[in-house]
């Protein structure tokens, strides 16, 4: 049985159902609810998890990872990592999470194996959304290292990180709330991407989730958005609101619940190009208006979560928000879903295991100890 190095003492096997991957998928980032490994696990590992290493199912080939949290004594924490390669949906694909060298080292973000290298190229910026909102500014960070770290804004403490769908995450006030990015990163009207999150929903809301837009006449730029409880995602070029191209799904939230958000645009001016999606799936849709074509992004708006700059505040709880700069697929799209929905149920973890043997009671004089 193979070992990835001497020094790590201790291993556990982190299997990926397949019946949960919904197509092969490349290069996918793989979160890990560290509370389902088994108790051996937070007391053989480091305080801070800077030991934690995974490894491919040949034991041995390290993958990036990123550490979100751990706290050893409540026995939870959040981690990713990325199933470099294809991520089979044919046939199980086992991970392997080595612990215990207390001389081992957080590995540096942009090494080959940190934090960055989790979130590939087409990743403009991720959200963990774990950072106290009243901290020092900026204070929730860009886990891609692009640098595109957000600023808390409005009356928001210590007391608005919240339990969450993903460990923390924070609560807006639909007041002055939000996290402002900045005018970067940036989207024309001809380019692709994806804008993503968890949303706790409130009652009657028509609230911003992401945009890169202003609450002023005439609404210029991209947002993503509830409009009467609806997910929508519209733009308004520097022309003004008569020439705007949006979509809006069908289905109500209101329930003051955790629901996963997703809206791609494949940057061909047309309003069927725009793809919505509630918990996995693709919504039918009631608006569909597309008098788009030719016109005109002012790409100079901030980028705002929880806000459409000056006003149309989220109310309630955001976590795990993140933005691509392609249109991910729909099966990329649900096996995300299950992924972060139930994370015990995308994967089964094995005992851990000492030099590649699962960890016995030690037997002296016919007792067990």
């Known amino acids: ?68 949290f751990i706290t050893t004594g409540s026995s ?14 044919s046939a199980d694909t086992d991970f392997y999470i080595y ?3 207390a001389a081992a080292s957080e590995p540096a973000v942009t090494a080959t194996y940190g934090r960055n290298n989790v979130w590939n190229a087409n990743y403009a910026a991720v959200y963990h959304l774990q950072e106290d909102p009243s901290g020092s500014a900026p204070q929730e960070i860009d886990s891609t290292g692009s640098g595109y770290d957000g600023t808390s804004e409005g009356s928001m403490t210590s007391g608005d990180l919240i339990d969450a769908q993903i460990s923390k995450g924070l609560d807006l006030d639909g007041s002055g709330d939000a996290i402002d990015i900045g005018t970067t990163p940036d ?5 692709t991407f994806t804008w993503q999150t968890w949303a706790k929903t409130s009652s009657g809301a028509t609230k911003t989730i992401i945009a890169k837009a202003t609450n002023t006449a005439p609404y210029t730029g991209i947002n993503f958005y509830f409009g009467n409880s609806k997910l929508t995602l519209s733009f308004v070029p520097t022309a003004g609101t008569s020439y705007q191209l949006v979509r809006r799904g069908t289905n109500t939230y209101s329930d003051g619940a955790w629901h996963s958000f997703y809206a791609t645009y494949d940057g061909l001016e047309t309003d069927t ?7 996995g799936v693709e919504p039918t849709y009631s608006i569909s208006t597309d008098n788009w074509s030719g016109k005109v992004l002012d790409t100079t708006k901030r980028l705002k979560l929880g806000e459409r700059d000056g006003g149309l505040n989220w109310a309630g709880g955001l976590d795990e928000a993140r933005m691509s700069n392609v249109v991910l697929t729909s099966t990329w ?5 299950s992924n972060q929905n139930s994370p015990a149920t995308f994967y089964t973890t094995g005992a851990e295991e000492t030099n590649g043997v699962a960890e016995q009671p030690a037997i002296f004089f016919g007792m067990n100890f």
């Open 1 to 68: 049985m193979a070992w990835f190095d001497s020094d790590w003492l201790y291993r556990v096997k982190v299997t990926v159902d397949s019946g949960e991957v919904d197509a092969d998928l490349t290069d996918f980032p793989v979160y890990v609810d560290l509370s389902d490994l088994p108790a051996g696990f937070f007391t053989h590992v480091k305080s801070d998890g800077s030991d934690i290493r995974v490894t491919k199912t040949d034991e041995t080939t390290e993958v990036a990872r990123e550490v979100v």
């Open 273 to 279: 190009g725009i793809h919505l999606y509630e918990d």
């Open 333 to 337: 799209v649900s096996t995300e879903y």
């Open 99 to 101: 612990y215990g060298n």
């Open 187 to 191: 989207w024309s009207e001809t380019d």
């Open 76 to 89: 939870v924490g959040e981690l990713h990592f990325i199933a470099d390669g294809t991520l089979s949906s």
